[in-house]
């Protein structure tokens, strides 16, 4: 067990962007070769050399942190053990591997420090344009990108007129269709992997609404910088944020957006 006082929480932060980076540019490696050396998984999700050599680097490095790693591409580890931990990494090596495939860049690797359920600090790498997205509990989000860092600061329009909802334009689902319905001319913004998090958190959108399954690993680390620009990463069914470390790493469906929208919306 760690207690808050043992841990330095700026070497923490720094680990993790290191870690992203270098898994990232191996992963951009794999990118530029023929072969990707794709399998599928038992729920046939695509798996490629490149999630498991990301996989490999990011655990390496964290590892000297002397914390647990919960990682996507790593093994399953049971409920028993993991619901003892209290600080624990959760880690998704290549998040949107279907958009690696296709090569169309929105892919990232994500890296999340889990405190009792709650993301207290998320890194969010985009190794094709080498953009850096963190946010550490109660100092900000930021977006490193040529040497330079800026922070990050969510849309000012939060009525439900005009919105920009990332969503799929081609593959919207009932759910999906129907909270649309509520909203006055919103305008879609189509996004892979984390991004549609970071979307909203740069500003560039006002609401994500997730009725389709994800995992935790998918939300972590984007959650804790959405956290920090103020918009809230809303549980529809219990009406709080979502939780990490559950028994079922499955998340429920969600709605990403600043308190104030979710106030406007009927959620019922």
């Known amino acids: 067990?760690?207690?808050?006082?043992?841990?330095?929480?700026?070497?923490?932060?720094?680990?993790?962007?290191?870690?992203?980076?270098?898994a990232g540019q191996e992963i951009l490696k794999i990118y530029t070769e023929d072969d990707f050396g794709v399998v599928y998984k038992k729920d046939e999700s695509p798996l490629t050399k490149a999630d498991q050599a990301a996989h490999d680097i990011i655990?390496?490095?964290?590892?000297?942190?002397?914390?647990?790693?919960?990682?996507?591409?790593g093994a399953e580890i049971p409920f028993a053990e993991r619901s003892k931990w209290d600080y624990f990494w959760m880690v998704d090596p290549l998040d949107?591997?279907?958009?690696?495939?296709?090569?169309?860049?929105?892919?990232?690797?994500?890296?999340?420090?889990?405190?009792?359920?709650?993301?207290?600090?998320?890194?969010?790498?985009?190794?094709?344009?080498?953009?850096?997205f963190y946010a550490l509990q109660g100092c900000g989000a930021y977006k490193l990108?040529?040497?330079?860092?800026?922070?990050?600061?969510?849309?000012?329009?939060?009525?439900?007129?005009?919105?920009?909802?990332?969503?799929s334009r081609s593959h919207l689902n009932e759910e999906t269709k129907s909270f649309m319905n509520q909203l006055v001319s919103p305008e879609i913004?189509?996004?892979?992997?984390?991004?549609?998090?970071?979307?909203?958190?740069?500003?560039?959108?006002?609401v994500y609404p997730r009725f389709a399954p994800t995992m935790e690993w998918d939300s972590a680390a984007a959650h804790?910088?959405?956290?920090?620009?103020?918009?809230?990463?809303?549980?529809?069914?219990?009406?709080?944020?979502?939780?990490?470390?559950?028994?079922?790493?499955?998340?429920?469906?969600?709605?990403?957006?600043?308190?104030?929208?979710?106030?406007q919306l009927d959620l019922e």
Request: net charge negative.
């Open 224 to 263: 804790a910088i959405c956290n920090e620009v103020g918009l809230e990463v809303f549980n529809v069914k219990t009406k709080r944020a979502l939780e990490y470390n559950k028994e079922d790493l499955l998340n429920p469906y969600f709605i990403v957006a600043s308190p104030v929208i979710l106030k």
């Open 189 to 206: 913004v189509s996004m892979g992997s984390s991004l549609k998090f970071i979307v909203l958190s740069e500003g560039n959108a006002e």
């Open 1 to 22: 067990m760690n207690s808050m006082a043992e841990l330095n929480f700026s070497n923490l932060l720094d680990l993790a962007k290191n870690a992203a980076i270098c």
């Open 145 to 167: 990108v040529e040497g330079h860092t800026h922070p990050l600061q969510k849309s000012a329009n939060e009525t439900l007129e005009d919105l920009r909802v990332v969503a």
């Open 59 to 73: 655990v390496n490095k964290l590892k000297s942190s002397s914390l647990p790693i919960l990682s996507e591409e």
């Open 96 to 132: 949107g591997t279907k958009e690696f495939i296709k090569k169309n860049g929105e892919f990232t690797v994500n890296i999340a420090l889990i405190h009792n359920g709650i993301p207290i600090m998320g890194v969010v790498y985009t190794p094709v344009t080498s953009e850096l």
